[in-house]
Every structure is written in C-alpha cells, then in structure tokens.
C-alpha cells in the first residue's frame, strides 16, 4: 500500500511522519479504463480496446510476453473482455475509493458482497516456525437490489406528477 504513503527513499528518515498529498479525483489510467469499457459495451472487444490494455500494462512496466499480448487473450468475446477490463480495473485502481463504484455500476454487488472477507492469523508454532491460518473476518451483504440507485429526494419528486421514484424506493 505504498500509493498514499510518503517517499523516503530520497530521505534520511527512517520512520513514516506526516506527508503532504495532493489527491487524485480522475487519473488518466481511469479514463483509458473507461474508455475501454465503453467502446468493449457498443462495438465489442476491437483492436482499440486491447489497446487501452496493452497501454496500461506496459506503463505498469508488465512484460509484454513473446506474442505481445501482455498475458491477455488475443481472441476474447466481449463477455471475456469485459471480465478482462473489470479485473484490470480492479487491479490499477486499487485503494483509490473506485471498487465500490464500480461494482454498484455493474451491478455484480449482490455477487460481490456475498463472499466473506478473508484475513491471515499467523502464529508461530513452538519450534519458531510460522503458521498461516485464512479466516473469515466478515461477511457483508448486499441487502437488496434497490441499493443499485440511490432514492431520488422527496421534494424533487412531489415537483414533478411525471416524475417516478427508483424502484424500490417510496
């Protein structure tokens, strides 16, 4: 987790202290994922949406491989690219406050929030050895599929007869 954490290599310090940050609300890598996302919805998996992937990939400083392909399918359906973009997505926008958005646009939450949060309980055997254990810490749910869209305020919606509620919501 070294995005949000200062730089010390160019210092003496040897303990992390408070670091000025300048935050991030629309970096480049999002917009060529959503891009590629868009363009992978209308017209399919084209040449300009492995593009976008192989683009990232190589500023990421991945291997393009012996085919150059940067480990990804040279002949995905658009399922399979989707499922591609989203993992990418996943990957490079780690901590950045965007998975919770994303899977809420995808409406894959009931999937996701159904599978239990892991963490690692590590003990040290009597022999010194260590010992990892993967326990489930919490199981979050997704209540209900209305959660998708937000309820519209109550004021806007008296304004206008023609004007219905997210479904779900009263």
């Known amino acids: ?9 160019t210092s003496n310090s ?14 480049y890598a999002g917009i060529l994922l959503d891009y590629a996302e868009a363009e992978n919805e ?28 940067y480990g ?7 399922e399979q690219m989707r499922a591609a973009i989203h993992q990418e997505r996943r990957i490079e ?8 958005w994303d899977i809420r646009r995808w409406k894959t939450a009931d999937s996701v929030y ?8 590590i003990q040290r055997t009597g022999n010194g050895e260590l010992y990892y254990n993967v ?9 209900a599929p209305q959660m998708y869209l937000y309820p519209l305020p109550y004021n806007e919606v008296v ?12």
Do not use: C
Not at 72 to 78: G, K, T
Not at 114 to 121: A, L, N
Not at 159 to 170: F, T, V, Y
């Open 1 to 9: 987790m070294r995005k949000f954490m200062g730089d010390f290599s």
């Open 14 to 27: 040897t303990v992390y202290s408070n670091t000025l940050h300048d935050w991030v609300y629309i970096r």
């Open 42 to 69: 209308v017209q399919g998996p084209l040449a300009q949406v492995y593009q976008v992937l192989y683009d990232l990939r190589q500023r990421a400083g991945i291997d393009p491989g012996d085919n150059g392909n």
């Open 72 to 78: 990804l399918n040279p002949a995905m359906n658009q």
């Open 93 to 100: 926008m780690a901590f950045e406050q965007e998975r919770y």
């Open 114 to 121: 159904g599978q239990p949060v892991q963490g690692m309980d």
């Open 135 to 143: 326990q489930n810490v919490f199981t979050p749910h997704f209540v």
């Open 159 to 170: 304004k206008n007869p023609a004007m219905k509620q997210n479904p779900g919501w009263k």
